[in-house]
């Protein structure tokens, strides 16, 4: 894949005896937003840092606009770890400019960048501070500064949104968005599922070290499997029991999510429903992601895959 995309080809990564990543492939494609999403351990931090060469990979390849990554090319990609790498001691300012020509920005221009995206992000008049004063929303605001100083040619974010507060979110989501707009291939992960739905174009679902899916959210939202919301209030708790072919998701007083396998007749499941009385709400529902990733999440994380290295969020 070219065009300033980032490829992930069939990369496999063990410790030992666990499996952290089982021949994984995916794509971010330029001025895409990808969600990564996974329960913790499913392998997607070390997937990143293999993509970052922190970590080594036993097979498989990383590229980057059709080429396999080289070192040069790594420090043009914009990294925030899940484990935040920022200096406690150090002066805001201080640090993005020292990490700014680390990237190979001469000093004006560091100074230029580091105004830019501490202005942008919110934290300009905390420039004169240690890091270690500021809040973790702010810490969290200066670590993307940090990914961002150089203008990377690619981002890759692990957990960016996690501890931030809804003000925070809304910057940083803008702040993505830009990037997209930019045409630069982003690929963050978090647990936020709502948000992930919302920003991203595409999603790719981990488990056990394996991509088990991947696509648009819509697509993968419309192969959920078919859901049926019911509201029959005069019905008792276990109305839908012992239909065939259906499955319970979820009650909320009188309403009832039910999950149809394929084949299955809704008409019987209405049938079922006046049965007991009048049903005020009766209409096919897709899947949210969240409903989504307990699906395929929680069809097992065993089979022998220890799911992540030390440390895999």
């Not at 019987?268 to 429903?273: E, Q, S, Y």
Request: with cysteine; charged share 25%.
């Amino acid at each position: 894949m070219g065009d300033g995309g980032l490829e992930v080809d069939a990369v496999s990564k063990r410790y030992g005896d666990v499996v952290a990543l089982d021949a994984m492939s995916f794509e971010v494609r330029a001025g895409e937003l990808f969600g990564f999403v996974g329960s913790n351990g499913a392998g997607k931090t070390t997937a990143m840092r293999i993509i970052l060469g922190v970590v080594t990979a036993d097979a498989g390849q990383v590229r980057y606009d059709g080429a396999p990554l080289t070192l040069r090319t790594r420090r043009r990609i914009g990294y925030m770890p899940e484990e935040r790498g920022l200096y406690p001691k150090m002066k805001v300012a201080e640090q993005l400019h020292y990490l700014a020509q680390l990237h190979g920005l001469g000093p004006a221009a560091a100074r230029r960048a580091v105004a830019r995206w501490t202005e942008r992000l919110g934290v300009a008049a905390r420039r004169d501070d240690e890091v270690q004063k500021l809040s973790l929303g702010n810490q969290q605001r200066v670590q993307l500064a940090a990914a961002l100083v150089h203008d990377p040619v690619a981002l890759v974010l692990d957990e960016p949104f996690s501890g931030l507060d809804p003000v925070a979110v809304d910057v940083m989501s803008e702040v993505l968005r830009e990037r997209r707009a930019a045409g630069v291939p982003v690929v963050f992960s978090s647990h936020q599922l709502d948000l992930v739905e919302r920003l991203c174009d595409r999603v790719g679902i981990v488990r056990a070290g394996r991509l088990v899916a991947c696509g648009p959210v819509d697509e993968l939202r419309a192969g959920g499997g078919g859901r049926l919301v019911v509201d029959a209030p005069d019905a008792p708790a276990d109305w839908a029991d012992g239909l065939v072919g259906v499955r319970v998701r979820g009650r909320d007083g009188s309403r009832t999510v039910l999950e149809l396998e394929p084949g299955a007749d809704d008409q019987a499941v209405l049938r079922a429903a006046l049965a007991s009385g009048p049903v005020r709400e009766f209409h096919p529902r897709r899947p949210s992601l969240a409903e989504l990733f307990r699906d395929v999440v929680g069809a097992g994380d065993g089979g022998g895959h220890g799911g992540g290295g030390a440390g895999d969020g």
